[in-house]
């Protein structure tokens, strides 16, 4: 899995430009008085200001885990590989381990089961078999993807504004959200936080 900043736009400053303008204001230079507004926006959930802040990431993950993500909408825009475009060979995420069905709760996951992996490997390996049969028999790429499991790995361009990614990461990067989309969430996390490191501090944490 890897998550990529591609590009990204604007600034902590950015921020305190934004909210300054209603009253004409412009600074060059950051001070105390701008991480202290920046504070104020953030715990009274004044969010327009860190809309004008966007960044944009590359991600790799399975289908799996894009599938949590893309949930999220608002502020948010996603473009992902098609394989009815694509049918070049695919690739599988193979965990480090399998975990258990937590006791008490309907979702989640507790502690580490073991399995036979050579099963999971033997379908995985199938999967590519017959998808590579199905295209060899002239069927459309985007039908024979339908045997592709959900361990495929995808790509997407993922852009949006600060604020929006600060609302996925507060979700996403909690300890009971499933391993693999907290490593995802938590790429992103370290890559607003070093670009955005007032705004991104306060939007975090808004104690």
């Known amino acids: 899995m ?16 934004a909210a300054r303008v209603s009253y004409g204001k412009n600074k060059e230079v950051m001070d105390a008085s701008d991480e202290k507004l920046i ?7 004044h969010w327009s200001p860190f809309a004008h802040c966007t960044l944009q990431f590359r991600i790799k993950a399975p289908v799996f885990v894009a599938r949590q993500l ?7 825009s996603w473009n992902e590989i098609s394989r009815r475009y694509v049918d070049y060979e ?8 399998w975990r258990g ?16 992996e050579e099963y999971y490997n033997r379908y995985i390996n199938g999967c590519k078999v017959y998808y590579n049969l199905l295209l060899n028999e002239g069927v459309a790429p985007e039908m024979a993807r339908m045997v592709l499991p ?57 104690d």
């Open 150 to 206: 959900q361990s495929m790995m995808t790509e997407w361009y993922w852009t949006g504004t600060l604020y929006a990614f600060a609302r996925v990461c507060d979700l996403r990067c909690a300890k009971d959200t499933q391993l693999e989309t907290q490593e995802i969430a938590n790429g992103i996390d370290k890559f607003c936080n070093e670009e955005f490191p007032y705004s991104w501090k306060y939007l975090r944490n808004r």
């Open 70 to 76: 893309v949930k999220h909408q608002v502020g948010l």
């Open 39 to 45: 504070k104020y926006l953030a715990k009274h959930n």
């Open 90 to 97: 695919p690739e599988f995420h193979t965990p480090e381990v």
């Open 101 to 116: 069905r937590p006791e008490d709760s309907k979702q989640g996951s507790s502690g580490e089961v073991q399995t036979d």
């Open 2 to 17: 890897r998550v990529e900043l591609i590009d990204k736009m604007g600034s902590d400053l950015t921020v305190v430009n």
